[in-house]
């Protein structure tokens, strides 16, 4: 690598989607395999945890359209069916412990996702 470049990154890439196994934590996490949205920066590729957001396919609140509530279609996420990211519930995992790649969010979808990150967490 020549200096004044960048590493190639090596682990997971920021708007990516994985499917991991969400624990449940009482009522505020949805249990069981899900896809998340990773988010932190591609500059922490290396590290051993990702930060990250589960996706659903039937928010509660999908109604009311909360701020922290990022709608995304199929077509932009490369699942099956559309969904939500739920921003509302930032999360920090082992990147072990992420299942197999399912998707990538469109760079329109991830700066609402981040809107939504500044909302949630009052940046």
């Known amino acids: 690598m020549s200096i004044g470049q960048s590493p190639v990154p090596t682990g997971p890439r920021r708007g ?3 499917f991991l196994d969400f624990q449940e ?3 505020a996490v949805i249990p069981g395999p ?3 949205v990773i988010v932190q920066s591609d500059r922490m590729s290396r ?12 928010p509660r ?3 009311l359209r909360p701020p922290y509530l990022v709608p995304v279609s199929a077509r932009e996420s490369g699942l099956s069916k559309d969904g939500w ?3 509302d519930q930032l999360l920090t995992y082992p990147t072990v412990a992420l299942g197999p790649r399912a998707g990538h969010l469109s760079p329109e979808r ?3 996702v981040d ?3 500044r909302f949630a967490l009052g940046l």
């Open 110 to 112: 991830l700066a609402d």
């Open 16 to 18: 990516d989607i994985h």
């Open 25 to 27: 934590v009482g009522d």
């Open 47 to 58: 590290s051993s945890t990702v930060v990250l957001v589960p996706m659903t396919s039937s």
């Open 85 to 87: 990211v739920k921003v």
């Open 61 to 63: 609140s999908a109604d």
């Open 115 to 117: 809107d939504a990150l």
């Open 34 to 36: 899900r896809p998340a």
